[in-house]
């Protein structure tokens, strides 16, 4: 039986450790820092957690997705084509920073891309 893309990517601890370097690169980019503006750390947090059990979710883990679906919360933001393209390179860099195998990296940004239009001109 293969293992899950959960277990490919060393399960929770690992995707917690993205989770902590990728939200920092975003929120430092000068064009998408704007949607961490003046937020509370406690929301970071929140927000933090919610991307990893999304993450881990997505990937077949054990851990279940209680935040909104992704159109509703990303539904006023302005987030354009140009935004998710630097997200997703941001996102690209943080899986090569932990030396994600080419194979594991597809599968995540396949699961991503695949939200994409309840994100981007909502």
Same mark, same amino acid.
């Given at each position: 039986?293969?293992?899950?893309?959960?277990?490919?990517?060393? %399960?929770? !601890?690992?995707?917690? +450790?993205?989770?902590?370097?990728?939200?920092?690169?975003?929120?430092? $980019?000068?064009?998408? &820092?704007?949607?961490?503006?003046?937020?509370?750390?406690?929301?970071?947090?929140?927000?933090?957690?919610?991307?990893?059990?999304?993450?881990?979710?997505?990937?077949?883990?054990?851990?279940?997705?209680? %935040?909104? !679906?992704?159109?509703? +919360?990303?539904?006023?933001?302005?987030?354009?084509?140009?935004?998710? $393209?630097?997200?997703? &390179?941001?996102?690209?860099?943080?899986?090569?920073?932990?030396?994600?195998?080419?194979?594991?990296?597809?599968?995540?940004?396949?699961?991503?891309?695949?939200?994409?239009?309840?994100?981007?001109?909502?």
């Amino acid at each position: 039986m293969t293992d899950s893309l959960y277990e490919r990517l060393g %399960g929770y !601890d690992a995707i917690n +450790a993205v989770a902590n370097d990728l939200l920092p690169r975003l929120m430092s $980019d000068k064009q998408l &820092g704007r949607f961490w503006e003046n937020r509370g750390d406690d929301g970071l947090e929140r927000e933090k957690q919610l991307l990893v059990d999304f993450i881990c979710f997505s990937a077949g883990g054990p851990m279940y997705y209680t %935040g909104r !679906d992704m159109l509703l +919360a990303h539904k006023g933001m302005g987030i354009s084509e140009s935004d998710w $393209d630097r997200f997703i &390179g941001h996102l690209k860099d943080t899986l090569s920073s932990f030396e994600v195998p080419e194979q594991e990296s597809n599968d995540v940004l396949a699961f991503v891309d695949s939200i994409k239009t309840d994100i981007v001109g909502v």
